[in-house]
């Protein structure tokens, strides 16, 4: 993979609670998501997908190891620091609410510029242009509740990118969709991919998971395999298959 | 799959050559399950034999004659259409029986096995999406007979990977169960019918 490295997972563990009710959610994970590529992420219930997700866009601490997005390892970062970071950096698309109700489109697409210093003006040229790349320009001056599920969450991933964003992160985004917009969102996701976007896509969907360059299987917060070819993922098969 | 079935139906849209037929057959199939001439032209044959197709003239300037449907012909193919494919002779499934081995084989690492045909499915899977990605990229709208034609094996193929790795999840999910509470009543199998003593519980 020849893009630009946007996210890197170092060697990261979490743990949650303390002592004997200590339980490992991650262990020893290193990955790398560069810019043009989707990884998917898959495994049973309880395996660390979410966990990993959520550690990878800095909405949680590793207790072990190093998260960097764009060349910034978050854990040397403090809180406002951060904040700016998720802002300017990553989005998340989940499996629903993920649109603020009384905000349309275009005001949805447009809030984390605004709220990390844009003029409206400006932020909105960029949230219109961001609706325009996920094909739903119409939409900017409709409210969620106007729209169907595969629209809200096409919008969902302008905000995931808009402006300098490039790493979006999706949680079972089409979870709530029947299968045929399901995969219109995939599509979507990949096109954004395609065009130099890096996407970490958790999913326990096969066919969904198939849309990324590579999957990765989690078991008990370990990778235990990946279909990718890349030197790294080489490495991980070497390292963690039991 | 019946190839002779599959190439009276394509004789009953019009009469053809062996190696037009082929490629019909290829084309509508995006060349999923490749025939070889040879094989055509010897079910050509077999379905003269049995009257179901004929020659519909003499050899064109390049040696090449066309067949079409006989009266019987029609009847079979209209039969095929209505009829459903057999599913009671189910072909032996490799995975399938391997799994059964690997659960029952002493020292056999169960979760690997299921690990590595899961990840080999998937990339097969990621194959497949990439040709469906391509196929609607190229025809997005409007999709001609054969465009359909061919999306629909590939769904059909898709569709069966994806059942593929479901199944494996829940193998593994099984055994998952199985190794926090072991069932209480196991068939014990004997090893010999004389030699009751050495049935043992599989683990």
Redesign the interface.
């Known amino acids: 993979m020849s893009g630009e490295l946007i996210l890197r997972l170092d060697d990261v563990s979490r743990v949650h609670g303390e002592g004997a009710t200590a339980v490992r959610a991650l262990a020893g994970v290193t990955m790398d998501v560069h810019a043009g590529e989707l990884v998917a992420v898959m495994g049973p219930s309880g395996s660390g997908k979410s966990t990993l997700l959520n550690v990878a866009g800095g909405l949680d601490a590793p207790t072990g190891g190093r998260v960097f997005i764009a060349g910034w390892c978050i854990g040397d970062l403090k809180g406002d620091a951060l904040a700016r970071l998720r802002r300017r950096r990553v989005g998340f698309v989940f499996q629903d609410l993920n649109l603020i109700p009384s905000l349309t489109a275009i005001e949805n697409v447009a809030l984390p510029l605004e709220l990390d210093g844009r003029r409206v003006r400006e932020a909105r040229r960029m949230a219109r242009a961001a609706l325009q790349l996920v094909s739903v320009p119409e939409l900017a001056d409709r409210f969620p509740d106007k729209m169907s599920g595969g629209q809200q969450q096409r919008v969902a991933i302008a905000r995931a990118l808009v402006g300098d964003r490039r790493l979006v992160l999706a949680d079972e985004p089409t979870g709530a969709l029947d299968s045929h917009t399901g995969e219109e969102v995939l599509r979507v996701l990949r096109e954004r991919c395609d065009a130099g976007a890096a996407g970490l896509l958790v999913t326990h969907e096969a066919r969904h998971a198939a849309w990324a360059d590579r999957v990765i299987f989690l078991r008990d917060g370990v990778i235990v395999d990946s279909t990718g070819t890349s030197a790294v993922a080489e490495t991980l098969l070497g390292a963690a298959v039991v | 799959m019946s190839v002779k079935s599959a190439l009276l139906a394509l004789l009953a849209q019009e009469p053809t050559y062996g190696a037009r037929l082929r490629a019909e057959f290829e084309a509508r199939t995006g060349g999923t399950w490749p025939l070889n001439v040879g094989q055509v032209y010897t079910t050509v044959a077999r379905l003269e034999r049995d009257g179901l197709v004929k020659a519909a003239g003499a050899a064109d300037e390049e040696g090449r004659i066309s067949y079409r449907l006989t009266e019987a012909g029609r009847r079979e193919v209209a039969q095929w259409w209505l009829s459903p494919v057999d599913r009671d002779s189910a072909p032996r499934d490799e995975l399938a029986i391997k799994l059964a081995l690997a659960v029952t084989v002493p020292g056999v690492?169960v979760?690997?096995v299921v690990?590595?045909q899961?990840?080999a499915?998937?990339?097969h899977?990621?194959d497949?999406?990439r040709l469906k990605?391509h196929a609607?990229d190229q025809a997005p709208d409007g999709a001609g007979g054969a465009d359909i034609a061919w999306l629909l094996v590939l769904e059909n193929l898709?569709f069966s990977?994806?059942a593929e790795?479901?199944w494996l999840?829940h193998v593994?999910?099984m055994l998952?169960r199985e190794a926090s509470e072991p069932r209480r009543h196991r068939m014990d199998v004997p090893v010999a019918s004389d030699d009751i003593t050495l049935g043992r519980t599989a683990r």
Do not use: P, S, Y
């Open positions: 690492d979760r690997q690990q590595t899961r990840t499915t998937l990339r899977l990621q497949l999406t990605k609607g898709i990977a994806e790795v479901r999840d593994e999910a998952a």
